[in-house]
């Protein structure tokens, strides 16, 4: 039994959660929260102890069907406690209902089975400083004069659930850049990059095809300038898992993407590069 007060936490407390990640090794962006809490407002939760912070979670809400966990994460001193436990059921709690996704480290997996979740595919964090690439035949262009109802349309295809508020947040943050590729007419791919704790991460990265994703990268890249770089390939993509290689990527580590049940199809041959570990 927990003696853990669990809340909703204030907007300006956030930063907690992102503090914590970062020392988990997880490379949040600079603007994540902002972004994050533009899609749900009530979505982060804190544990406390004595008045101070022990346990954090988020499970943001993507309309009424489904919800996506992240940040969850005990206090080193404090784990083994039983906090951990109290502030997950208070989040799968919240969701009601909702299907729930989850990008998990790999060593929980049995543990969020015994609570629902089903393994969906593999992520695979690549980083490191990328090596050139040819020329791309392919033009692209600032995703700010991409149409957001077409944007949204294209992300509709890649993600199970609406989540346009998060989009525009996303897309429009500070210092995030996007790159968007079209052809005869048609939003064919896009991408964004974003400066984190450590580098910058592209995601989402989506495109119809390896060229295009090419043509993506080079355009992310050079908008960005030189620095070591995060890409998280779906691992049931082998053309992602083929580009974050010829990219000069390495593997750091990897999360398994799980569902407490059955979400609407995507088309993650699309898919090379998730958004957020955090957010789906």
């Not at 005990?74 to 299907?99: E, K, S, T």
């Not at 040819?134 to 989540?163: G, K, M, Y």
């Not at 991460?201 to 300038?225: F, M, Q, S």
């Not at 799980?258 to 979400?263: D, F, H, L, P």
Request: aromatic fraction near 8%.
């Amino acid at each position: 039994m927990t003696d853990l007060s669990i809340r909703v936490m204030r907007p300006n407390e956030i930063g907690v959660a992102i503090d914590w990640a970062a020392a988990e090794g997880w490379n949040p962006g600079h603007a994540d929260a902002a972004c994050f809490v533009a899609e749900d407002p009530d979505a982060f939760l804190v544990g406390e102890l004595d008045g101070a912070p022990a346990a954090t979670v988020s499970c943001v809400h993507y309309g009424e069907g489904f919800a996506f966990l992240g940040f969850y994460i005990v206090r080193p001193d404090l784990r083994g406690r039983g906090h951990g436990l109290a502030i997950w059921n208070a989040a799968l709690a919240r969701a009601g209902a909702r299907v729930i996704g989850l990008d998990g480290v790999v060593a929980q997996q049995d543990n969020y089975r015994k609570s629902g979740f089903e393994l969906a595919h593999r992520n695979i964090r690549y980083g490191g400083t990328p090596a050139a690439f040819a020329e791309p035949r392919e033009q692209v262009i600032d995703l700010a004069n991409v149409s957001f109802a077409i944007l949204a349309a294209d992300d509709a295809t890649v993600f199970p659930a609406p989540r346009w508020t998060f989009l525009r947040a996303w897309t429009q943050a500070p210092d995030h850049l996007g790159r968007a590729l079209v052809r005869d007419g048609r939003l064919a791919g896009w991408g964004v990059i974003r400066p984190c704790r450590k580098g910058a991460k592209i995601g989402p990265l989506i495109a119809d095809d390896r060229a295009g994703a090419e043509a993506l990268l080079a355009g992310l890249l050079a908008a960005a300038g030189p620095g070591e770089v995060f890409l998280d390939a779906p691992a049931n993509n082998r053309e992602a898992l083929a580009l974050a290689e010829e990219l000069g990527l390495t593997p750091v580590f990897e999360t398994a993407r799980m569902y407490t049940g059955a979400v609407a199809p995507t088309r993650t041959d699309r898919v090379f590069g998730v958004t957020s570990f955090e957010l789906g």
